[in-house]
């Protein structure tokens, strides 16, 4: 058996006369949730694959809502104080969770385990704007890295990793277990993706998107990224007229008329390009930066990609 034992959290060592008089008062005791070991998880996509990985070994809890937007959602006094009772947290970093990462940084200053997966996937680095990519962050960490399933597949065993090593009171063998079987649907991902995109013309693999968030994507299928909406790696920027013209020209010339915009941010902006270069551009939604609600079309990180890939074949394809 590899179960870690959980400390202090529940006694085992009552004295043989007690053990049958107080056998009912400890059992409650060791399932009450405030004895469980914690994990806690800033995005709501994070927080879908750490809960593949622990299962039932341990609670964990996701900070960001369904629909939410990671550069922007903040915390409540109830949830930051939820980072500092926790066993280890669990946050994408690279400068993501612009409002939250304070509060991480408090818990690490408290003695919590920490793991930032972003930096630890080989991320990769916005491309300069003449390549398409942001304006300011040209050169910097992109903080995106879920839209390559294989760095998915990497973090999931990383995060398996941090959870054995720092979560009393899981079974190792239970994490390892679930961390391979999410691994293989990780893989079928990953395969599934390379057919469905197969199927767009070379020509035609290119990307403009309403912020930069689609380069690992990009660089793992070989699509080509045009530009963005809003010409930044974050949602809180926000474009010039001269940035829309900039794009709209860009855009002519490559010959795209499909704009990707996320399903939970304003549309408006990608309609002013629609305007722009007329009714034959197509405003396509994705799921990019948060997963939805249950049964709302991709409430966890498998149906969020697959989502994706298809709106994307269809609308790259003309299908």
């Given at each position: 058996m590899t179960r870690k034992t959980p400390g202090a959290?529940?006694?085992?060592?009552?004295?043989?006369?007690?053990?049958?008089?107080?056998?009912?008062?400890a059992a409650t005791a060791c399932v009450n949730d405030d004895d469980r070991p914690r994990v806690v998880v800033t995005t709501n996509i994070l927080g879908d694959i750490t809960q593949e990985i622990v299962g039932d070994e341990a609670e964990v809890t996701v900070l960001m809502k369904p629909n939410a937007d990671p550069h922007s959602f903040g915390l409540s006094a109830v949830q930051a104080a939820e980072l500092e009772r926790a066993d280890l947290v669990v946050f994408n970093g690279l400068g993501l969770e612009e409002n939250v990462l304070r509060h991480v940084d408090a818990a690490r200053e408290s003695g919590v385990a920490t793991f930032e997966v972003g930096r630890a996937v080989d991320p990769l680095t916005f491309q300069a704007h003449d390549d398409g990519g942001p304006e300011e962050e040209a050169?910097?960490?992109?903080?995106?890295?879920?839209?390559?399933?294989?760095?998915?597949?990497?973090?999931?065993?990383?995060?398996?990793?941090?959870?054995?090593?720092?979560?009393?009171?899981?079974?190792?063998?239970?994490i390892h277990a679930n961390a391979d079987r999410y691994d293989t649907q990780l893989a079928d991902l990953t395969t599934w993706m390379e057919k469905s995109f197969a199927r767009i013309p070379e020509e035609q693999r290119a990307l403009v998107t309403n912020h930069h968030v689609f380069g690992y994507l990009a660089e793992r299928f070989d699509f080509r990224v045009v530009g963005a909406v809003i010409?930044?790696?974050?949602?809180?920027?926000?474009?010039?007229?001269?940035?829309?013209?900039?794009?709209?020209?860009?855009?002519?010339?490559?010959?795209?008329?499909?704009?990707?915009?996320?399903?939970?941010?304003?549309?408006?902006?990608?309609?002013?390009?629609?305007?722009?270069?007329?009714?034959?551009?197509?405003?396509?939604?994705?799921?990019?930066?948060?997963?939805?609600?249950?049964?709302?079309?991709?409430?966890?990180?498998?149906?969020m990609m697959r989502a994706n890939t298809t709106a994307m074949a269809d609308g790259l394809s003309g299908a």
């Open positions: 959290r529940c006694a085992r060592t009552f004295l043989p006369a007690l053990v049958t008089l107080f056998t009912a008062g050169g910097e960490p992109d903080p995106h890295f879920w839209t390559d399933p294989d760095r998915v597949r990497e973090a999931a065993g990383l995060i398996a990793r941090q959870v054995t090593e720092h979560v009393d009171g899981v079974d190792e063998k239970a010409p930044s790696g974050t949602t809180l920027a926000s474009p010039s007229s001269s940035d829309l013209r900039s794009l709209t020209q860009a855009m002519r010339e490559a010959g795209v008329r499909t704009v990707f915009a996320d399903s939970s941010q304003p549309k408006r902006l990608a309609e002013v390009l629609r305007t722009e270069l007329g009714d034959g551009v197509r405003v396509v939604e994705l799921y990019s930066e948060s997963l939805t609600e249950p049964a709302r079309g991709a409430d966890t990180y498998l149906q």
